[in-house]
Each structure stands twice: as C-alpha cells, then as structure tokens.
C-alpha cells in the first residue's frame, strides 16, 4: 500500500511538473505571436507615417490653415554663425 | 497477554484468491494498453497515420524587407503584412454555397469564387482573392467559416507614388525586386525568414519547441539613397508641364550635386498624350508597370549638340591653342568652310569674334576653327577625360556608356562634328557629371544613387581633369552665356546661374540621317556661381515647332532655371544676385512653359 501511495506521489509530481512545462512553452509561444502581431502593427504605422507625410499631403495640411506654416517658420532658414539667440 | 491472530476461514482465503486475480487482471489490462500504445506510436496503421498526420508543426515568421528611403530619411517603399483569402475544398461544408457565404461576409465576387474554386475541387489551397482590407481579415477571423483561411502575404508600399517610379522599381510576387533600386539593392534589403519546428497536441497547442531548430528571422536592412523626393517631385511635375506645353515626346532631368557625385533627382518621362508625327517611330509596347521601364537617363544616348561646347572649349584653352581674348576668322554672312571644304553654318553670323564669343554665342564656325588646330588624339584625349565613352556606374540598371567614334572611323569630318557635340552620343548621366568638371574648379566626380555611410563602400573619388583656373575661366564664360548668349531668355532671378543650352537635329528613326524640322533641345547649367551646389541638365525631346520656340534657351532652359530655383531654396542656398532677399517661394505653384 505504501508503495502505491508513494508512486502515485511521483506519478503526480511528474504530471505537475509536465503540465508546468506545457504552460511554459503555450506561454512563450503567445509571447512570440504577440511579439509578432506588434512589430506587423509598427510596419502598418509606419506605413501610414510615411504615407501622411508625403509632401502633397503635407501641402495640403498647410493650406488648410495658413498659421500652420508660420509655425513651422521655414526650417531651412539660414541663421548666420554666431547669431543666434543664446539660451 | 498475546491474543492470537483470528484463524483464517476459507472465506479470507477466498477473497484474497480474487483479490489475486483483479490485480492480476488490471495489470493484464494495462499491459496490453501500453502495449497497443506503443505499437500505435511505433508502426501505426497507414489509415491513422495519414489522419494524425506528422506531430511537428513548423511556423514561419516572414522577414521584413528593408526599407527604401530618401537622402533626408522619408520613406520611398515600406513593408507591411496583409492576408490574401484561401479555400480549403476538402474541409468545406458546402462547396456550392461558399461563394455566396464569402460575398455575404466580405463582399468577393460569388462567381469569381466559384470560378477559381470549381476546376481545383482536389487541391487543398486555392487562393480566392487579393490583398484583403483590415476589416474583411476580422470577419474572417470570427466567422469560423470551415474551410476558408487566410494567408499571410509581404505587401510593398510606395507611399510617394509614382514618384521616381522607374528609378525605384518594384517587388514582384515573392518580395524580390525587379527592377531600379528594389533591384539594385536586393541583396540589403531582402531579409531571410525566421522558423520554428515544435511538437503540438491533438488541439495544435505546442508542447515542446525544439531549441536546435528554431531560427530567429532576420529582417532586411533599410537603405537610403542619395535622391531627395521633394526635390524629384518638382522636378517631375515641372518636365511633365513643359513636355506637354510643347508636345514634346518626352523629356529627361538629372539633378546632381557635383561636389559629392549625389544624384538628387533624376527624371525620365514620356507625352502619352502626345499628337503623333509624320515619321514618329511606331510606339513601343508599354511596360505592364510604369516602375519597369528602362531609366532613358542612363541607357539612351543623345547628342548633346551645343551643351558639348564647352568641354572642347575648356580643354582647347588648357591646350594652349587658343586665348579667350584670341579673334577668330568667323564668318560674316556666309557659312564657314572647313580645310576639307565642309560648309559650316551658325545661327548669327558675328564677323571675327573672340574665342569668349564663340561660347557665348555658340558659334559653331569658331569651334570648326579651333577643332582644326587640335590634333586627333587630342580631341579624343578631350572627350575621355570629360568621361564620355564610359559609364558612371552610379549603380542604375542598363546604363550605357554613350557613343564614340572609334579611332578607325575618326576622320576629320568627326573632328570639327563632335566640336559642336555631333557624332557623338552621351547619356545625361554623363552629360552632368562631365559639367560638374566646371563647378568643382576642375574635378571628375564620381556618380552615387546610394547615400554615403549606408551601404555603398566604394570611395567618393574625384579626378582632376582640368587646371582649376581654366575651369573657373570656363564657368565665368557660361555665366556670360547667361547674360548676353543662349541663355537669356531662362535667367534666374535669385541665383547666378552659369549654363550653356544646345539644339540637335532629331536623328530619324529607321537610320539614314536626320529629320529637317525636328530637334532635341536641352540645357546645361550650374548654380550658385561663386561656389556651384547643383548641376541640372534637361533633355526635352522632340519639342512641336509649329507650337512654340524649339531653340534649347527657350524650351529646357526655363525648366534648369525653375528647378535651380526650388532646389536650392529648398536647400537654404543664399540667392547670389545683386539686390535681392529673401528665397524664391517653395510653396508656390511651379511656373508652366515660357511662351
């Protein structure tokens, strides 16, 4: 009796440490999937990214609102060296 | 006071004998269990071992491709991940309703399903449509229609259109490029695929991954060029309006930064919508894509006609056979006649000029004179010096490397032609990189699509080809071609440009000579004067006369001087003319054809 208690004991530590294991490797296999299903999301963004800012999109933007433009103050403005507004 | 154990009665012995044999029979029972088990695992049956089917399943993580960007890092082609619809007809529940499900679901053609479904009712995979939208793959996702799947597909953007489409090229079917950079840089930017083999249960739940044959994904590398979209974009938008103004066959622009060898923008576009004439070459069949087209840049020579002038000029005036200051028999009424008795014809005729003259007014008679000083060797010398004859290798597809007359062939009606920028054939390419000679004080660039520090090794060489002081001499004179030549009708004004147009005879199709009325105009030019940025030169091709001017001043000029203008405000260039501030506006409608 004590025999087959103690196997059994074993027997279901084993299977404890077996269904462990199953759930570890699901775990890091959704992981990966939703690792995966992120970085297709970051490709589709960046897509989009790229695609509102082509520059007729971006012309377009600016023309509906002409402030917008004087914000932006014309990047590539030359400022001369050593005049600029010290912080 | 020990009591003794009760005597056993036939009735324990009996139980104990069942007792036995239960235990006995359990085992029994287990045994052949494990037994039938392990035979099922070892030597299963054909039938259940084609159901079950192999217990390993493989999952594949595609690679991204690389993508293209600009010099300034926008993004020309991305890669994103979409699905396509697939069939499964062996696990359909009705095959002649599952058009009709997929139109009530995600709206595909019921006859079109059925149509590619109905001759392939034994293959397990057959491909329903393309491409689907977001919310058609969700549908699919939660319907659980038995037998419908999705396939995971690599889909390439080009988010800049059809910009630059012939210099970008595309992907085909399986991710691998085709044509232009996607090509060119295939090896960068294709990645390889990732795969993990894993053992899984009855439900496909994995149970164990194998360690040895995981393999991660790797995806490509992004790649930038040395082309600016903004800058490509005016570029095609202004040769686009010229093209048709004129009803021109086409036209071709290339933008090149001539301290660096960057190319900026490179254009090549034909009139669709072109009136057809007498004598026009039958049309050739168009390309299934517009990305797939040959880039006429770099494989289609032309001839340069008077933009080739200045080459011979500078290099004569290196030579010493002649001064700027130098008169010159040039004719006053009557065309030149050559030691050989060919006829020589200008536009004007200026009496005796100097040898500054003959560029500025791109007297061909003044050119015959001095090609006739220069021995054979020397004029060939010239021509590959400048580069002409061999390709820029910048990295397109197809380029060629022009036409030269060969020694054997070179007679002393070549020499005086090709003084003029006859008999020869260049490509824009090396049209621009030869020119750059003058903005550089003297120095060869050498071509790049690739922007530098990425993925292009080779060496940003320069060859010095002529004297620095006889460079600048040549580039003050071109300026002058501006002011008081050719180029007056295409002055800037914000930049000092310096440039040299040129008309040549349209060569006929079928061979045999060139047409009489018909001409290739174009023009050459460089900006700021003092410290060149850009070189633009514009081909504008077969230019209708009945319509308009066809000189190379009057129809490609304005398109150098208009895009001189935006590129270089755009890239902060400080206008060099006298009086004038401020930058020409970036966001203004570009200027369409001069009448």
Same mark, same amino acid.
């Given at each position: 009796?004590?025999?087959?208690?103690?196997?059994?004991?074993?027997?279901l530590?084993?299977?404890?440490?077996?269904?462990?294991r199953?759930?570890?490797v699901?775990e890091?296999?959704?992981?990966?999937r939703?690792?995966?299903?992120?970085?297709?999301?970051?490709?589709?963004t960046?897509?989009?990214?790229?695609?509102?800012?082509r520059?007729?999109?971006?012309?377009?933007?600016l023309?509906?609102?002409?402030?917008r433009w004087?914000?932006i103050?014309?990047?590539?403005?030359v400022?001369?060296v050593?005049?600029q507004?010290?912080p | 006071?020990?009591?003794?154990p009760?005597?056993?009665t036939w009735?324990?012995?009996?139980?104990?004998?069942?007792?036995?044999?239960?235990?006995i029979?359990?085992a029994?029972?287990? +045994?052949v269990?494990?037994?039938?088990?392990?035979q099922?695992?070892?030597t299963?049956?054909?039938? $259940?071992?084609?159901a079950?089917?192999?217990p390993f399943?493989?999952r *594949?993580?595609?690679?991204?491709r690389?993508?293209l960007?600009?010099?300034r890092?926008?993004?020309?082609a991305?890669?994103?991940?979409?699905?396509?619809a697939f069939?499964d @007809?062996a696990?359909?529940?009705d095959?002649a309703?599952?058009? +009709?499900? $997929?139109?009530?679901?995600?709206?595909?053609?019921?006859v079109?399903?059925?149509r590619?479904?109905?001759?392939?009712h034994g293959?397990?995979?057959?491909?329903i449509?393309?491409?689907?939208?977001?919310?058609? *793959?969700?549908?699919?996702?939660?319907?659980? #229609?038995?037998?419908?799947g999705l396939e995971?597909r690599?889909?390439?953007?080009y988010p800049?259109q059809d910009t630059?489409?012939? /210099?970008?090229?595309?992907?085909?079917?399986?991710?691998?490029?085709?044509?232009?950079?996607?090509?060119?840089?295939?090896?960068d930017l294709?990645?390889?695929?990732?795969?993990m083999?894993?053992l899984?249960?009855?439900?496909?739940?994995p149970?164990?991954i194998?360690?040895?044959?995981?393999?991660p994904?790797e995806d490509?590398?992004?790649c930038?060029?040395?082309?600016?979209?903004?800058?490509q974009?005016? +570029?095609?938008e202004? $040769?686009?309006?010229e093209?048709?103004?004129?009803?021109a066959?086409?036209g071709?622009?290339?933008v090149?930064?001539?301290a660096?060898?960057?190319l $900026?923008?490179?254009?090549d576009?034909?009139?669709p919508?072109?009136?057809?004439r007498?004598?026009?070459?039958?049309?050739?069949t168009a390309?299934?894509?517009?990305?797939l087209?040959?880039?006429?840049?770099?494989?289609?020579p032309?001839?340069?006609g008077?933009t080739?002038?200045?080459?011979?000029?500078a290099?004569?005036?290196?030579?010493?056979?002649v001064t700027?200051?130098?008169i010159l028999e040039?004719?006053?009424?009557?065309?030149h006649?050559t030691?050989?008795?060919r006829?020589?014809?200008?536009?004007?005729?200026?009496?005796?000029s100097?040898?500054?003259?003959?560029?500025?007014?791109?007297m061909?008679?003044g050119?015959?004179?001095?090609?006739?000083?220069?021995?054979?060797d020397?004029?060939?010398?010239?021509?590959?010096?400048?580069?002409f004859?061999?390709?820029?290798?910048?990295?397109?597809p197809?380029?060629?490397a022009?036409?030269?007359?060969?020694?054997?062939?070179?007679?002393?009606?070549?020499?005086?032609s090709?003084?003029?920028?006859h008999?020869?054939g260049?490509?824009?390419?090396?049209?621009?990189?030869?020119?750059?000679v003058?903005?550089?004080?003297g120095?060869?660039?050498?071509l790049?699509?690739?922007a530098?520090?990425?993925?292009?090794p080779?060496?940003? *060489?320069?060859?010095?080809i002529?004297?620095?002081g006889?460079?600048? /001499?040549?580039r003050l004179?071109m300026r002058?071609?501006?002011?008081?030549?050719?180029g007056?009708?295409?002055?800037?004004?914000?930049?000092?440009?310096?440039g040299?147009?040129?008309?040549?005879? #349209?060569?006929?199709?079928?061979?045999?000579g060139?047409?009489?009325?018909?001409?290739?105009?174009?023009?050459?030019?460089?900006?700021?004067l003092e410290? @060149?940025?850009?070189v633009?030169?514009?081909?504008?091709e077969?230019?209708?006369?009945?319509?308009?001017?066809y000189y190379?001043?009057?129809?490609?000029?304005? !398109?150098v001087r208009?895009?001189?203008?935006?590129?270089?405000?755009?890239?902060? !260039?400080?206008?060099?003319?006298d009086?004038?501030?401020g930058?020409?506006?970036l966001?203004?409608e570009?200027?369409?054809a001069?009448?």
């Amino acid at each position: 009796m004590t025999i087959i208690l103690v196997a059994t004991c074993i027997a279901l530590a084993l299977l404890g440490f077996r269904q462990q294991r199953l759930a570890i490797v699901h775990e890091m296999v959704d992981t990966h999937r939703l690792l995966m299903e992120q970085r297709r999301t970051m490709w589709t963004t960046r897509q989009r990214i790229a695609e509102a800012c082509r520059a007729p999109a971006l012309k377009e933007w600016l023309a509906e609102d002409p402030t917008r433009w004087l914000a932006i103050n014309r990047p590539w403005t030359v400022v001369p060296v050593g005049t600029q507004d010290q912080p | 006071m020990n009591e003794s154990p009760p005597p056993r009665t036939w009735q324990h012995h009996r139980l104990d004998s069942w007792t036995a044999l239960l235990l006995i029979g359990i085992a029994a029972v287990m +045994v052949v269990c494990i037994g039938r088990v392990v035979q099922l695992k070892l030597t299963p049956d054909q039938r $259940l071992a084609s159901a079950a089917g192999s217990p390993f399943s493989t999952r *594949v993580e595609p690679a991204r491709r690389g993508d293209l960007l600009d010099r300034r890092g926008r993004v020309i082609a991305t890669t994103t991940l979409g699905h396509r619809a697939f069939v499964d @007809p062996a696990t359909v529940e009705d095959l002649a309703t599952i058009g +009709v499900d $997929l139109q009530e679901l995600i709206g595909l053609d019921p006859v079109e399903v059925d149509r590619r479904v109905a001759p392939r009712h034994g293959s397990r995979f057959v491909p329903i449509s393309g491409i689907l939208e977001p919310w058609q *793959v969700e549908r699919i996702r939660r319907s659980g #229609l038995d037998g419908v799947g999705l396939e995971p597909r690599l889909v390439r953007h080009y988010p800049q259109q059809d910009t630059g489409a012939q /210099l970008i090229g595309l992907v085909g079917f399986e991710h691998t490029g085709l044509g232009g950079a996607e090509h060119l840089l295939d090896d960068d930017l294709a990645g390889s695929e990732g795969r993990m083999t894993y053992l899984r249960d009855v439900r496909r739940r994995p149970l164990w991954i194998n360690p040895e044959t995981f393999r991660p994904h790797e995806d490509g590398t992004d790649c930038r060029l040395t082309i600016d979209m903004v800058i490509q974009r005016h +570029v095609e938008e202004r $040769l686009e309006a010229e093209i048709v103004a004129r009803n021109a066959a086409g036209g071709r622009v290339v933008v090149l930064d001539p301290a660096t060898g960057e190319l $900026l923008a490179i254009a090549d576009l034909v009139n669709p919508d072109r009136t057809p004439r007498e004598g026009d070459p039958a049309p050739e069949t168009a390309p299934p894509d517009p990305r797939l087209a040959r880039n006429r840049c770099a494989t289609d020579p032309y001839e340069p006609g008077s933009t080739f002038k200045p080459f011979v000029w500078a290099f004569a005036t290196q030579q010493g056979v002649v001064t700027p200051s130098e008169i010159l028999e040039t004719p006053d009424g009557t065309p030149h006649r050559t030691r050989s008795g060919r006829r020589i014809r200008d536009v004007h005729y200026y009496g005796r000029s100097s040898w500054e003259k003959v560029l500025v007014k791109s007297m061909n008679s003044g050119m015959a004179i001095v090609a006739e000083r220069l021995d054979t060797d020397s004029m060939q010398s010239c021509i590959s010096r400048f580069g002409f004859g061999t390709r820029t290798n910048c990295g397109l597809p197809g380029e060629t490397a022009g036409l030269v007359t060969s020694s054997r062939d070179w007679s002393s009606y070549t020499q005086v032609s090709v003084s003029m920028g006859h008999e020869i054939g260049v490509t824009p390419l090396q049209m621009v990189r030869a020119f750059s000679v003058f903005a550089t004080d003297g120095n060869l660039p050498a071509l790049h699509l690739l922007a530098h520090g990425g993925h292009d090794p080779s060496p940003r *060489v320069q060859h010095r080809i002529l004297d620095p002081g006889i460079a600048r /001499l040549t580039r003050l004179t071109m300026r002058k071609v501006m002011t008081d030549g050719t180029g007056r009708a295409c002055q800037s004004d914000w930049y000092q440009l310096f440039g040299k147009s040129g008309t040549a005879q #349209l060569p006929k199709a079928t061979g045999g000579g060139y047409h009489e009325d018909r001409y290739i105009s174009s023009f050459i030019a460089g900006a700021p004067l003092e410290s @060149p940025r850009l070189v633009v030169l514009c081909v504008i091709e077969d230019p209708d006369k009945r319509i308009g001017p066809y000189y190379g001043g009057r129809v490609a000029g304005p !398109v150098v001087r208009d895009v001189l203008d935006h590129a270089l405000a755009y890239l902060g !260039v400080t206008p060099d003319m006298d009086e004038v501030e401020g930058f020409p506006d970036l966001l203004a409608e570009h200027r369409t054809a001069d009448p």
